[in-house]
């Protein structure tokens, strides 16, 4: 007989089917530009969390808890209500920041950039910078998204990091920057370090980039339109066409190689591009085992099944999480679903995903191409701080006009690596998370150094040099020590949980310099 849920559960089920009504309006804006009333919605969730009962049985829980998971749970739930009984004035901030945040994604998701006069999609955009042999058309095609920034700030994004310094401050915390990570579990001056740390590895990343530059570009630097060409000239495999129509069919297989089945899975898949959808790839964790969606738009080119297998990889992360451990679900660090997402988003370029897609006669270029494929990603991963970084200092140094947010874009980049402007003004406001997401970018780069660790913990475990040649004991390995335990535990004490040491970039760094070396 299934035991009756404790009252925090009660209160976690409830806040759970409020935050999946929300999402779900939040699709349809997402995929069809259509607002069905999240405002709204979003009122009921604040309603709720403001209920003083339910405040009060999680302070006391927290107090007195029954166990360690109790107390895990209490916490969780106390860092979700606690806002809203601050003061009125910080609940109906959040309620305003909400409100704005919504009208700027709106802002993103329906601006469509122009090449030469000519309006381009996402995906129009993309195809340029990775495969026009002109380099001056992809330079254009990669300033043009500097065309958003100027709606975003006159829609109000100044007005939002405003908003987000003010609730800081009604949180008790030094700035947002600190506010953010403190609610992710992780420890406020977690960047402090990196700069420092990413220099170490800078020589090497330029001068394997410096190489890469002059055999694709005929140049000695990389300029930011040239990233993609590069990537796409070392292996022309990526843009390969193929019939995106039975895109399910080698995700389905790949993921049952692992002993995940995705067609038994509630995943929605909305990935062809049209009129008033988001450009961005996304995953949707409607509900933790019962409805996951998925929003992407791709091209029927083979580079695309990129992020669909990472985004098939949250939902398969919500699948095999219990739906019964709803507020401990509600725990799950970020970088946890990002590195179990950017695992299964890394088979693109594994023998054991592409292999399909090529000849007998030209697999083994692909083979090649692939390999070389990956020395020049990882010269490029630590770029990503730059971003991560900048998305902080929107936060911290208190940007109060455009000029001030693009001159702290450069600055960010030359003190990082080095680099000097490379045109009149930085492309920045086209990536969503600076308006929708704050200080989440972290998450990818940590979410890669995890699926780095898991890969390394497994093999060397099992004695092994490939994931595929114990399949079915990595998806084991994934239930029973990543995904089942992660809501339990804050990231960094899963990390160490699972390898045994402490969560650094430094980890990272070291790889990079031992990889680029070699």
């Not at 530009?33 to 009962?53: K, Q, S």
């Not at 000519?118 to 043009?144: M, Y």
């Not at 890469?212 to 590069?230: C, L």
């Not at 179990?340 to 988003?345: K, Q």
Request: with cysteine; proline share 4%.
């Amino acid at each position: 007989m299934k035991a009756l849920p404790s009252k925090l559960d009660s209160i976690g089920n409830e806040l759970s089917q409020k935050r999946r009504d929300y999402s779900r309006l939040n699709w349809t804006k997402y995929t069809t530009g259509f607002d069905f009333g999240i405002n709204e919605a979003y009122a009921g969730i604040v309603e709720f969390l403001r209920d003083e009962t339910r405040w009060s049985t999680i302070v006391d829980a927290g107090i007195n808890p029954s166990d360690p998971v109790e107390a895990r749970k209490a916490e969780i739930l106390r860092k979700a209500f606690r806002p809203f009984h601050l003061s009125n004035e910080m609940t109906v901030l959040a309620s305003d920041m909400q409100k704005l945040t919504s009208r700027l994604s709106a802002v993103l998701n329906t601006h469509r950039f122009k090449v030469d006069g000519v309006e381009k999609s996402g995906p129009e955009i993309g195809r340029i910078l990775s495969e026009s042999t002109d380099r001056e058309l992809r330079r254009k095609a990669f300033l043009s998204r500097t065309s958003v920034a100027e709606p975003l700030i006159e829609n109000g994004f100044l007005d939002l990091l405003q908003m987000r310094r003010e609730y800081a401050e009604g949180m008790g915390r030094e700035n947002f920057v600190a506010h953010s990570l403190e609610e992710q579990e992780l420890e406020p001056e977690l960047f402090k370090s990196w700069p420092a740390e990413v220099k170490r590895a800078v020589p090497a990343m330029m001068n394997t980039r410096a190489e890469f530059a002059r055999e694709f570009t005929g140049s000695d630097e990389v300029m930011p339109w040239d990233e993609a060409y590069i990537a796409s000239a070392i292996a022309p495999q990526l843009h390969q066409e193929v019939d995106m129509s039975g895109f399910l069919d080698p995700i389905a297989d790949l993921f049952n190689m692992f002993g995940f089945d995705v067609r038994s899975m509630n995943i929605t898949y909305d990935i062809f591009p049209r009129k008033h959808k988001s450009e961005w790839g996304y995953n949707f964790p409607i509900e933790t085992g019962a409805d996951s969606r998925i929003l992407a738009n791709v091209s029927n080119r083979f580079n695309e099944f990129r992020v669909l297998l990472h985004e098939t990889g949250h939902g398969v992360h919500s699948f095999t999480s219990s739906p019964d451990e709803t507020v401990l679900n509600m725990g799950i660090s970020g970088i946890t679903s990002e590195g179990i997402a950017n695992l299964f988003g890394s088979f693109r370029t594994r023998e054991v995903f592409y292999s399909r897609f090529f000849s007998e006669e030209t697999l083994e270029r692909a083979r090649k191409s692939f390999r070389k494929l990956d020395t020049w990603a990882r010269a490029g991963q630590l770029l990503n701080v730059g971003r991560i970084l900048f998305d902080a200092g929107l936060h911290t140094e208190n940007p109060t006009s455009l000029k001030e947010i693009e001159d702290l874009r450069w600055k960010t980049e030359e003190d990082l690596f080095g680099t000097a402007p490379y045109a009149h003004r930085p492309v920045w406001a086209n990536t969503i998370h600076h308006t929708t997401h704050p200080v989440y970018l972290h998450n990818y780069l940590l979410g890669d150094l995890m699926c780095d660790m898991l890969e390394t913990v497994f093999l060397k475990r099992e004695g092994i040099s490939d994931l595929t040649e114990k399949p079915a004991e990595f998806g084991d390995f994934l239930r029973e020590e990543v995904i089942a335990p992660s809501g339990r535990y804050t990231f960094p004490e899963l990390f160490k949980k699972i390898s045994g040491e402490d969560l650094s970039l430094s980890l990272m760094v070291d790889r990079i310099e031992q990889e680029l070396s070699v």
